[in-house]
Antibody
Framework: EEQLVESGGGLVQPGGSLRLSCVAS????????MHWVRQAPGMGLQWVSY????????SYADSVKGRFTISRDNARNSLYLQLDSLRAEDTAVYYC??????????????WGQGTLVTVSS | IQLTQSPSFLSASVGDRVTITCRTS??????LAWYQQKPGKAPKLLIS???TLHSGVPSRFSGSGSGTEFTLTISSLQSEDFATYYC?????????FGQGTKLEIK
């Protein structure tokens, strides 16, 4: 079964840092582009960041650029999101998701179960 | 690219046929997906490439459209279909989402 499992969320003070992890299983992790998506309480989905299969290409939403860093360790089948200079508006459930391959793969599936980040003093 | 779903809220009964529309601010060809999300759960893929039903998704779900206007139709609502639905474009980064359509029981 193809699966993604996130961890690392928690309560952090404004200005603080947190590192989220996403461990993949059931598929060849290095073949896939990976993404982070977040959802603030009661709100919709917001795309946050992506990284290519090799890790050579990355992109970020304007709202997190310069504060969040995406990375991956293909030997460990793991995706990461380093969250720095956190703000109250970063409070959300953070999901990792796999993009499919090539033109037929323009979709996110599977998704992880999500990890909650709460930024509050 | 901005995605606008309509309606944002929809009240319907079991057995009803419902349609949700997603309009994009720029053409996205057929690079649009639909997801279903239930409270406290991750989104689940329903449809990709505007009209391709994901494996295991009931055939009462269908999608259509291209360019800037897309629709998700549920032909006969079942109790398990009451959820929030999102569209997402894959034409260009950032892969933006619509604001969601919450489907509630009438």
């Amino acid at each position: 079964e193809e699966q993604l499992v996130e961890s690392g969320g928690g309560l952090v003070q404004p200005g603080g840092s947190l590192r989220l992890s996403c461990v993949a299983s059931g598929f060849t992790f290095s073949n896939y582009e990976m993404h982070w998506v977040r959802q603030a309480p009661g709100m919709g989905l917001q795309w946050v960041s992506y990284i290519s299969g090799t890790g050579s290409a990355k992109s970020y939403a304007d709202s997190v650029k310069g504060r969040f860093t995406i990375s991956r360790d293909n030997a460990r089948n793991s995706l990461y999101l380093q969250l720095d200079s956190l703000r109250a508006e970063d409070t959300a459930v953070y999901y990792c998701a796999r993009r499919g391959i090539a033109a037929a793969g323009r979709k996110f599936d599977p998704w992880g179960q999500g990890t909650l980040v709460t930024v509050s003093s | 690219i901005q995605l606008t779903q309509s309606p944002s809220f929809l009240s319907a009964s079991v057995g009803d046929r419902v349609t949700i529309t997603c309009r994009t601010s720029q053409g996205v060809s057929s690079y649009l997906a639909w997801y279903q999300q239930k409270p406290g759960k991750a989104p689940k893929l329903l449809i990709s490439a505007a009209s391709t039903l994901h494996s295991g998704v009931p055939s009462r779900f269908s999608g259509s459209g291209s360019g800037t206007e897309f629709t998700l139709t549920i032909s006969s609502l079942q109790s398990e279909d009451f959820a929030t639905y999102y569209c997402q474009q894959f034409n260009s980064y950032p892969y933006s989402f619509g604001q969601g359509t919450k489907l509630e029981i009438k």
